[in-house]
């Protein structure tokens, strides 16, 4: 017997229809290139991105049609992820600051037939625009008085994104799609080889967002500020377009200045209550208010993921009032898998062994699941120090790559390419990837644990550890370290300072300080080029 109730497909469309009916006047704040603040509101962004639904047809867009974006955090592109999706085309977000190569290859890959720009991008279109057979049009998000010149090939035309919606009429309803239908491709930042394409559906992208509002993942409220920092073209803000209208909350967008200085400004002037974003951004960010003097006046919550977050920057965000939540997740898990907040087993806990629980990637949200197995597909003991092979599934995990034949199917475990520990409370502690973790003597050594220890010293502002060859261990750690400004660690202090604190075995032999570290496009330490750098080291 099947049960009497309603049927609606999970739309995308209707988090827009409901910010705008029941938290209309809830603004959305975005920093212009120029340092100016535009505001707008959830009546407004609906009305608006029902305007851009009728300009997609007019520009030939069918269901299912693939349109790239090329732009940072703002209003106009929280259009385009509601215009689209809601129309039944897929966005396809690319993050800008992947090389030509990956952007043309992302493109042409998702034949993309349109690809809404900010002005700041156009060159790189431009450049790549020769190479994209499916391409008809591009249109520059701006209005009409600051359209750059473009030189693209005959066949594709230039639009001006203001231009086209003055002349548009708002479409009278979103369709109604099967909520199967897919809304959004993305692709992997690339730090592990080519991009692959990540197709999310409606279904997974609503009910992942309706996950993220639980009261012990991110628990927005209709009074929370969320300063959106991770970018729009990484994993769909970590689904925060679609998680901040569902529960009534502010989106404050920072545009493309990610500075510390930028970013504080909007924080404070804006009264942020929450803020979103890779490790990098916060390390930044509390340099910078050391260095200044200045405070954060509002801001109660950091969510963080994309990268381990050291142990060392939880504390001292702590220590400013600000409780940071640490997340773990992949664009293939749409992301959010783990986030961490207290059970009544880390009520009891105590000085390290609190601070090693709250350092940890968190707990397993409802909706999706997690295991670590060994290499031969047994599940390891949750006993703190098995580590396995983190594998995951659920409600928004990918079943497959677009347009790839390697295929997980529904319901089976996916390989993360990471590898965990799970305690026996159920949290998860993130070791390394697969790639990353150091090989010495037979023995693995957790290059994220060496980090955690040596960004824990007093002159140290960064750090990544890496293996580099060794004719007797096979290989051995190498610690590359970034010093606080002023500072200039020596590296025998750094290595003494990890005594105690892990096996000496698992010491790096060598520890080198550097004034900078290479980043890849998500912000995240690039470990492989580090590799191809210091391969030689010993
Ligand atoms: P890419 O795989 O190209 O870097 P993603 O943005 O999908 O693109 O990255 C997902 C990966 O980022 C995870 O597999 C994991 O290795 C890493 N990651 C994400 N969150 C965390 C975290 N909290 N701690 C450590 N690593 C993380």
Redesign the pocket.
Known sequence: MLGLMQRHELLISAILEHAARHHGDTEIVTRRADGSSVRTNYIALAVRARKLASVLRRLGVNIGDRVGTLAMNSDRHLELYYAISGSGAVCNTINPRLSHDDIAYIADHAQDGLIFCDPAFVPIVAAIAPRLEALRAVVVLSDAAAMPKADLPPGVALHCYETLMDAAAAIDAWPRLDENTASALCY?????GRPKGVLYSHRSSVLSAMASNFADVLALRATDRVAVVVPMF??NAWGLPYIAPMAGAALLMPGPKLDPASLLSLLNEERATIAVGVPTIWLNLINHLRDSGQKMETLKRIIV?????PRALIEAYNQLGVWVN???????SS?VVTLNAPKVSCLKLEGEAQLNRRAS?GRVVFGVDLCVQDDTGCEVPWDGHSPGNMMFRGHWIASGYYRTPQDIGDGNWFP???VGVFDADGFIT?TD?TKDLIKSGGEWISS?AIENIAVAHPEVAEAAAIAVPHEKWGERPLLIVVPLQGCMPAPENLREFCRGKMPDWSIPDRVIVVDSIPHGA?G?ILKSELRRIYASAR
Do not use: F, Y
Not at 326 to 332: L, Q, R
């Open positions: 992997t930042s690339g730090t592990t990484h994993v993921g994309g990268a381990a977050m640490h997340a773990w997740g992949m664009t293939e992301p990637q993360t390419g990471d993130l990837r994220i998500t995240k």
